[in-house]
């Protein structure tokens, strides 16, 4: 069974703050992806990032990063020097390699960028 | 990039009827989609998975009677539910992905359903 947790509900921060959101995933598979979506109050949802289990580089995209770390199970994600617009739910979600990309999401963690 | 549209993007109607989403693939053609659903303040949950040609797979505890998924080309996908109640008011979301890359799914804006 795959399960990923996300367990922080909500976060909130002032404008330029850094806020990490936490990941932890289970699953059995060797092979899997890992994901983040942005959900804003529009309710479409935004793709951040795909990882597959193979790649542990972390990675920055402009104030987005990301840090993949297997032995923990662990994939977090940070918003560096938040805005307003970063104001959404995020989601965790995993996908196993047997899965063919039926994904398992986090309950999802709400973030809050007050000015 | 790939493009996912749902029709309608909100639709109110009254208990006892059915109603239908439609999910397409703009710019694609779409060997598989998912429907998940999404109640206020919680995660989605995959509800089931349509491949073009079959019946649809459904998820343990989703009533296929009630939520009738039809893929008939590699572009379209419908979800009716049927005999809708006011418990199914839900956000649902499509999302559609090719063979060639099945760990690309690309998500429809998804439909807003309250039923009265």
């Known amino acids: 069974a795959q399960k990923v947790t996300q367990a922080q509900t909500e976060i909130s921060v002032v404008e330029k703050e850094d806020v990490t959101l936490d990941c932890v995933y289970e699953t059995r598979d060797t092979t899997y992806y890992l994901f983040w979506y942005k959900q804003p109050p529009s309710g479409e949802l935004v793709f951040l990032i795909r990882?597959?289990?193979?790649?542990?580089q972390n990675e920055i995209s402009g104030r987005y990063s990301w840090n993949f770390q297997k032995s923990t199970s662990s994939f977090n994600f940070t918003i560096t020097a938040s805005q307003v617009v970063d104001s959404a739910v995020y989601f965790c979600a995993l996908s196993g390699w047997d899965s063919w990309g039926k994904l398992q999401f986090g309950a999802g963690t709400q973030v809050v960028v007050t000015p | 990039g790939a493009v996912v549209s749902q029709h309608p993007s909100r639709v109110i109607c009254k208990s006892g009827t059915s109603v239908k989403i439609e999910c397409r693939s703009l710019d694609f053609q779409a060997t598989t989609m998912f429907w998940y659903r999404q109640f206020p303040k919680q995660s989605l949950m995959l509800m089931a998975t349509s491949n073009e040609g079959s019946k649809a797979t459904y998820e343990q505890g989703v009533e296929k009677d009630k939520f009738l998924i039809n893929h008939a080309s590699l572009t379209l996908s419908t979800l009716t539910v049927t005999s809708a109640h006011p418990e199914d008011s839900s956000f649902y979301i499509c999302?559609?992905?090719?063979?060639?890359?099945?760990?690309?799914?690309?998500f429809g804006p998804g439909t807003r359903l309250t039923v009265t």
């Open positions: 990882r597959n289990s193979f790649d542990e």
């Open positions: 999302s559609a992905r090719f063979q060639a890359a099945p760990y690309e799914q690309y």
